[in-house]
């Protein structure tokens, strides 16, 4: 018999070792850790100890990704009951921008938005933009994350003398369907975050929470547009 032939022969009688249990105590395997050779029991022993230890890392970065995901949850909802509670449609926009700058350590951050009602036109968040950023927004079907290569949009960032190196830009939009990830409506501003560590925010990160901040900050700023 063959290699391949004692195998299949062992995996079609489980009972094998049952019937010729005295076998279990001659058969010598390799230890991975050293030249010394092992039992059969001691082997079945060390595989069930690396598994076990396999099964407590794995555990232990289902706790951590749990803790982490508590805690954006727990900084989610802070910072949408302070939007929910400004009264002032004209502090809305800062407020926005500062609370999230708080909540989630973001170095920079800002806002501005178009197409605003009369009484808003004057505000600093309603200062001119360029037709490439309104065309640039509407094309944002997911938040833009990574380096900063010159966008108008990054110039509202007030970093003092560290200019951002990267950047993640979020379109605020009038209406954002059930689909997630097709956001419908013309957009009417842009969110940014930005960053002096070039890997703040990177092409590969997730943009998940980026999409529903930028869903509920939409939601909120839709009270100065035109009725």
């Not at 092992?38 to 069930?48: A, G, K, N, P, T």
């Not at 910072?79 to 921008?97: G, N």
């Not at 944002?140 to 990267?166: I, R």
Request: glycine share 6%.
């Amino acid at each position: 018999m063959n290699d391949r032939e004692v195998a299949d022969y062992l995996l079609a009688n489980p009972d094998f070792f049952v019937e010729h249990a005295e076998l279990l105590a001659t058969i010598k395997l390799g230890n991975p850790h050293g030249k010394a050779a092992v039992s059969l029991q001691e082997r079945q022993m060390e595989m069930l100890r690396e598994k076990n230890k396999h099964l407590e890392l794995r555990l232990a970065e289902l706790l951590r990704y749990g803790h982490e995901n508590d805690s954006i949850s727990a900084k989610t909802v802070h910072w949408v009951s302070h939007v929910l509670a400004e009264r002032d449609p004209h502090a809305l926009p800062r407020l926005i921008a500062e609370q999230l700058r708080q909540e989630f350590d973001v170095p920079q951050a800002a806002l501005r938005l178009w197409d605003v009602a009369d009484s808003y036109a004057q505000a600093s968040f309603a200062k001119h933009t360029g037709e490439e950023v309104r065309l640039f927004a509407n094309s944002l079907e997911v938040p833009y994350c990574g380096a900063n290569t010159g966008f108008e949009a990054a110039q509202w960032l007030d970093g003092g003398e560290q200019a951002p190196q990267s950047v993640a830009i979020v379109a605020l939009r009038r209406r954002v369907s059930a689909e997630e990830r097709d956001p419908s409506g013309e957009a009417f501003g842009l969110l940014v975050l930005g960053s002096p560590d070039p890997r703040r925010f990177h092409d590969g990160m997730a943009t998940d929470l980026l999409r529903k901040i930028g869903t509920l900050a939409s939601a909120g700023l839709t009270r100065l547009l035109p009725h």
